[in-house]
């Protein structure tokens, strides 16, 4: 505790292709990069979920020399973390519902006799659902309790996925097991038939949904590729969760280090604003820079190119020099940079170079992320490891030098609404939102609630544009953020307003990369992770 705290290094990135432009591998790269010039580099980095990595995005390990190995463990169950919440979420299931079922079968008196009181719970007011680490539509919607009284309670349910799960919020924000085990106590599951809240606690399972989270609260050491300790803890995903490796990752690694870099998920738009508002608030600690990954490919995208699908081969306006799609796509990456800006922190545009990037592309980037304020390098780490990095690590460094005035887009006390609106407006570029009746009733009756204040505010919306529209590219103008629901997790204590039509669980393509893993039945080893 008394060790000198590192600088604190996020990493994030403009609005991503469906294929993703490389965090990871440039948070890699990064600390490898640190290493070439002898600084003592630490990493965090969340657990790959079974979804992307067998559908269509692949781990999130990083990629060519700038990766976090062993890649077969880290993609593929590590030390069981996600098993640890997937079983500690889905017990708090098995707990209402077989209540339900007890409460509907027994009378007060035979219920008096398992020491159980009636709660009456609401089947029309179920909040949880049930989990899985895999993307499986077919489960988004589903009726359980089809059999007869002994076999549950027939009602409407579903399920969602690990990552987006309240006890994987809670693996990322607690700070210690006495602070986990307080959260988990706080998770709302339903409300029963008066309107009064249901929680974990009230089912007397808060402490065995502990007992399966008490080793994973500890991080998992992993390194790079060129040796600098990773450590990989906690794995929400950042459109529909708070998108951030653990409070307690971090905690660690700035105490170890000179240099301490983090990620957040996706675009500086939700994965940056939930570092910056939601996770700095928690931990107390102030970042010294923040990285804004940045691709030609996804700038020609937001230029106007042709919309990058995965499966399907890139097309001729990615692969030949066009500085004009490029410089139009450009005003997606000045919109990041303008967010980073207004944290107070110094950002650094890394361009993660392709092979079909052409020099006079790299250096528009270049030049365009200098005229608005960031420092920029184009980075070969990929390629190079380290050593294609050092450019990268010379700006990062340089940045942390400078003077840092962060401060967050908004006040603990700022009601509800204004902390959507602001969000909207000055991260997405909103002109306005807009609520459904229902979700209008909800923040209204949050701001009339003094528990309720003192939650954090974690925005739900496409990771695919910077509005809620995932077909909308570039900058767009002219447009207001439809909230359309308004959820609230008291264990991870977040509220959390939805933008548009968004799944908690995830669907699976139709070329998934599981077509293409397999196991070489000789040597035991698995092929076709990337």
Not at 81 to 94: C, E, R
Not at 450 to 479: F, I, N, Q
Request: hydrophobic content about 40%; charged content about 25%.
């Amino acid at each position: 505790a008394d060790a000198p705290t590192a600088k604190y290094i996020d990493v994030t990135a403009i609005t991503p292709t469906p294929l993703g432009e490389g965090k990871t591998t440039t948070t890699m790269g990064l600390l490898e990069g640190l290493g070439k010039l002898d600084k003592r580099a630490v990493g965090a980095i969340r657990q790959p979920s079974s979804g992307p990595t067998f559908n269509i995005k692949g781990s999130a390990a990083g990629g060519g020399l700038a990766q976090c190995i062993p890649l077969t463990p880290l993609s593929i169950r590590l030390t069981g973390d996600i098993d640890h919440i997937t079983n500690a979420h889905n017990l708090a299931m098995v707990a209402l519902t077989s209540r339900m079922q007890h409460e509907r079968n027994y009378d007060d008196a035979r219920l008096a006799k398992s020491n159980l009181t009636r709660i009456d719970i609401d089947p029309k007011r179920i909040h949880f659902k049930w989990a899985m680490d895999f993307c499986a539509q077919a489960l988004r919607n589903i009726r359980i309790g089809r059999g007869g009284k002994m076999d549950g309670f027939d009602m409407d349910s579903g399920f969602q996925i690990a990552a987006s799960s309240e006890v994987m919020a809670i693996l990322s924000v607690a700070k210690d097991l006495k602070d986990m085990r307080q959260r988990i106590a706080k998770i709302v599951l339903a409300y029963d038939k008066k309107g009064n809240e249901v929680t974990t606690a009230d089912l007397e399972v808060d402490g065995a949904m502990t007992a399966w989270m008490a080793e994973a609260i500890h991080p998992t050491l992993l390194q790079t590729i060129e040796g600098q300790p990773v450590f990989v803890h906690a794995g929400p995903f950042a459109n529909i969760a708070i998108g951030q490796s653990s409070v307690i990752a971090d905690m660690i690694g700035t105490k170890l280090g000179e240099y301490h870099v983090t990620e957040s998920g996706f675009g500086a738009d939700i994965g940056f604003e939930k570092f910056w508002n939601l996770k700095c608030r928690i931990s107390g600690l102030k970042p010294d820079a923040v990285v804004i990954v940045a691709t030609i490919r996804a700038l020609k995208m937001h230029g106007g190119g042709p919309v990058v699908k995965p499966g399907i081969p890139l097309s001729e306006e990615y692969t030949t020099e066009n500085l004009e799609l490029l410089e139009k796509g450009c005003e997606n990456l000045i919109a990041h940079i303008e967010t980073v800006k207004k944290s107070g922190v110094q950002p650094v545009v890394c361009v993660n170079h392709f092979q079909t990037d052409k020099p006079a592309e790299t250096e528009l980037v270049r030049k365009i992320a200098e005229q608005n304020g960031a420092l920029a390098a184009v980075s070969q780490h990929w390629l190079k490891g380290g050593e294609g990095a050092i450019e990268l690590a010379e700006m990062v460094i340089a940045a942390c030098n400078r003077k840092n005035n962060f401060e967050f887009l908004y006040d603990s006390d700022t009601p509800l609404g204004t902390r959507i609106e602001r969000i909207a407006r000055e991260v997405y570029g909103a002109s306005g939102v807009t609520y459904t009746d229902e979700a209008r009733a909800k923040v209204r009756d949050l701001e009339a609630d003094p528990a309720a204040k003192e939650l954090g505010t974690c925005m739900v919306k496409t990771h695919l544009s910077l509005s809620h529209d995932p077909d909308l590219k570039g900058r767009p103008t002219g447009w207001e953020l439809p909230i359309s629901d308004v959820l609230v997790y008291k264990g991870a204590g977040f509220i959390v307003p939805v933008a548009g039509d968004i799944k908690l669980m995830p669907g699976t393509a139709s070329n998934p990369a599981f077509r293409r893993i397999d196991v070489d039945v000789d040597t035991g080893k698995v092929q076709g992770l990337f």
